[in-house]
């Protein structure tokens, strides 16, 4: 079946350093992808999304790129702060097809 | 504004019992979707409503689950005869329509002793 899969599930970087975290898709219909945050006890916030005829998207300190050639997301996050630890998801979805697909995600711990 | 209210945050029920996990969307979000999340693991999509169509049911794990929405508005997931695996963390959020974001509440953690 179709799935979304992160390439790796935990991270640690450090404080002020840059951040990459690297989410892989399968199904070439999707056309609408996201990335969420989660800290522990929360629900998951809205980061940035990006459609699919776009390949680069920037927010503030967070740059998501889209390679659909490879069916491939990533997350890049600038100047790490402490606050940015927590679990990172994807999520992926289609037109007609409302619900999305999250991945397992990927624990990122910035060190002072 | 305010968020997408879940309620209770907690729920510790017998196995066998009965359970009921309410939503409360952002006001004017037409999407409702609840998802489950186990320990450490990712979501699980349960069920979708959007306005007054009839709701995607495809990822209710058993006809134990079963969830409405009222007025197009606030939402119940009820989860009948209570499993131990049923134990998770049960996720509500809305969006104003689809290809918009989702906003997620806090959850229900739910346990079954």
């Known amino acids: 079946g179709e799935s979304v899969g992160l390439h790796l599930p935990t991270l640690s970087v450090q404080e002020g350093d840059n951040s990459i975290i690297n989410c892989a898709y399968s199904n070439s219909a999707s056309d609408y992808f996201i990335w969420y945050k989660q800290e522990s006890g929360k629900g998951p916030q809205f980061i940035i999304d990006?459609?699919?005829?776009?390949d680069k998207r920037q927010g503030q300190r967070v740059t998501v790129l889209l390679n659909k050639t490879v069916k491939h997301l990533s997350l890049q996050i600038a100047a790490t702060q402490p606050g940015d630890s927590a679990v990172y998801f994807c999520a992926e979805g289609s037109f007609g097809n409302e619900k999305l697909t999250f991945g397992t995600g990927t624990r990122l711990t910035i060190i002072p | 504004g305010a968020g997408v209210s879940q309620s209770p945050s907690n729920k510790v029920t017998e196995k066998g019992k009965d359970v009921e996990l309410r939503c409360d969307p952002i006001s004017g979000h037409t999407a409702l979707y609840w998802y489950r999340q186990s320990l450490g693991q990712g979501l699980e999509f349960l069920i979708y409503?959007?306005?007054?169509?009839?709701?995607?049911k495809s990822g209710l794990p058993s006809d134990r689950f079963s969830a409405e929405r009222t007025g197009g508005s606030v939402s119940t997931l009820t989860i009948q005869r209570t499993q131990q695996e049923d134990s998770a963390v049960y996720l509500c959020a809305s969006s104003l329509r689809w290809n918009s974001p989702l906003h997620f509440g806090n959850g229900t953690r739910l346990t079954v002793t």
């Open positions: 409503f959007q306005g007054n169509s009839a709701p995607d």
């Open positions: 990006i459609r699919s005829n776009m």
